[in-house]
């Protein structure tokens, strides 16, 4: 908006021909409507983290709103198309259909599926399923292929997963009998620690009820927990790089519905971590830093789960 200005009225920072060194202070104002004051270097820095090494400017994808079909869209009853052998198949076009998506910087934009399809062909395959689209033409003749190439994908790894037997030299177990069975050969706890240690972490997330079985819940026994959704709980082990034994409650979440908008997983970009780093080295600040274990930041679910 501005340079920014001390109590004095004069100016802050001092202008440099190599912007990483400029240290005028600007007032920025944000997409919200809010406004802070940032120095050149920083502004810089993070313009230049934007930009390749042509000068092209890159976004990731956050999330994927809505979408819509303008004239030019292909109807389903028009969407499939006869060969020459006399074989029917879909027709191979995206034409007609748009795609809002949100930016991890908070911008939103109106994007061609064709645009999207190329650069995020798995979150716009999941958004089709979430959001009932897979037989319309634009998406019924390659979304289940990039969902079986996905599961492919997935499959492999999980096929990984039960081949490996031994980390760094010791034995991984692959079930939590398997565990114990190794803590009683070898005459350890390490196993059944790393077990306790997980579930003492865990068990917030749910509650205990006794005096029933899975059976009667799945028969419609127990009238308070009609409509749960049931989702069956596994451990996954591994072991750290100093030896120490790792144990991870996992739910198959795969079982449950999709939401009507996909949402992802945040994760830290590299530029946050440039830019906090440079702030702190501009204002000498000590940095410090904390883990935080079995975190549960997800608001509650809207629907009803039973594990």
Same mark, same amino acid.
């Given at each position: 908006m501005k340079r920014a200005r001390g109590i004095d009225g004069e100016p802050i920072g001092c202008a440099h021909t #190599?912007?990483?060194? &400029?240290?005028?202070?600007?007032?920025?104002?944000?997409?919200?409507?809010?406004?802070?004051?940032?120095?050149? #270097?920083?502004?810089? &820095?993070?313009?230049?983290?934007?930009?390749?090494?042509e000068g092209n400017t890159f976004q990731l994808l956050h999330e994927i709103m809505d979408h819509k079909k303008d004239g030019t869209a292909i109807d389903i009853a028009d969407g499939m198309i006869t060969s020459a052998n006399g074989n029917v198949k879909p027709k191979v076009t995206t034409a007609g259909w748009w795609l809002l998506v949100m930016w991890k910087d908070q911008s939103t934009m109106w994007i061609k599926l064709k645009d999207l399809k190329a650069s995020n062909p798995i979150e716009v395959a999941e958004y089709a399923v979430a959001n009932r689209l897979t037989e319309e033409p634009a998406f019924k003749w390659w979304v289940s292929g990039i969902l079986r190439k996905r599961n492919r994908i997935i499959s492999k790894v999980k096929k990984k997963y039960w081949r490996t037997t031994h980390k760094f030299g010791i034995k991984l177990p692959h079930s939590v009998e398997e565990a114990l069975e190794i803590d009683r050969i070898t005459g350890t706890d390490h196993?059944?620690?790393?077990?306790?240690?997980?579930?003492?972490?865990?068990?917030?997330?749910w509650k205990v009820r006794e005096g029933i079985t899975p059976e009667d819940v799945r028969a419609g026994k127990v009238k308070d927990l009609v409509g749960f959704q049931e989702i069956g709980c596994h451990i996954v082990f591994d072991i750290k790089m100093d030896f120490t034994r790792k144990a991870r409650f996992v739910a198959g979440g795969h079982v449950t519905e999709a939401p009507a908008a996909m949402t992802y997983s945040s994760?830290?970009?590299?530029?946050?971590?440039?830019?906090?780093?440079?702030?702190?080295?501009l204002n000498d600040l000590d940095i410090m830093a904390c883990d935080l274990e079995n975190a549960y930041l997800n608001a509650p679910c809207k629907g009803e789960d039973m594990v």
């Open positions: #190599n912007p990483y060194f &400029d240290t005028r202070e600007y007032e920025v104002q944000f997409t919200d409507g809010t406004v802070e004051k940032y120095t050149a #270097n920083v502004i810089a &820095d993070n313009m230049y983290a934007q930009i390749d090494d196993w059944r620690r790393a077990l306790n240690k997980e579930m003492q972490r865990v068990k917030v997330a994760v830290v970009s590299r530029e946050s971590v440039r830019l906090g780093f440079m702030i702190t080295a």
